[in-house]
């Protein structure tokens, strides 16, 4: 049981993170070798589209746009955040010349982190209380004394889908952070 919980649910997301950090370092490289390493400084460009546009799902979970089915946004959500996220991270590279700059960047891998958390955590946790609902249904038990049953288990998943409170948050101070980023840029940057 202990072996399958960690690959159905820990090695996604760490292999997840892990895959962002590799491809990272190996996108950074292969710029460095080609001798093309100026490319990484306008990759922050279409990364910060690509984040941008992934907020179209979190438009539509809050009604504010009525295109898009909510669960094919959701994972348009995630991979323009996660390939978004890598060209950020592409285009900070290993250097140390912004303070502002790397707090972004912090920001942004909190957020992807919190982002991964929450989607683990609650499909995770959807999974079980549904599996415990089928395992006592099969049994008989009683729509009623089923509730009674999974009270604490449902309480526990909504607490769970609580999670976005958080991210929320963590979200807002990446794009607070970011944005006085780029305003940075463009007030300090020898545009040439």
Known sequence: MKARLIRREVLPFLL???TLALATVLIDALLHLANIAWIGRY???PGTLLILGSFGYSLRKRRLIKAGRP??????????A??????VLV????????ILAWLAVVAMLINVTSGLTGKFLLD????RLEEARQRMR????AADELDEHLYWDSLTFDAVK???SVHFPITLAFAVLALAHIMAVFLFWGWK
Do not use: D, V
């Open 124 to 127: 995770r946790s959807r999974r």
């Open 16 to 18: 997840s993170l892990g």
């Open 138 to 141: 099969q049994h008989g038990m």
């Open 43 to 45: 990759l922050g460009i």
């Open 162 to 164: 609580q999670w976005r």
């Open 71 to 80: 669960l094919q946004l959701l994972r348009w959500h995630e991979r323009m």
């Open 82 to 87: 996660w390939l978004g996220s890598l060209l």
């Open 91 to 98: 285009h900070a590279g290993i250097h140390f010349n912004s």
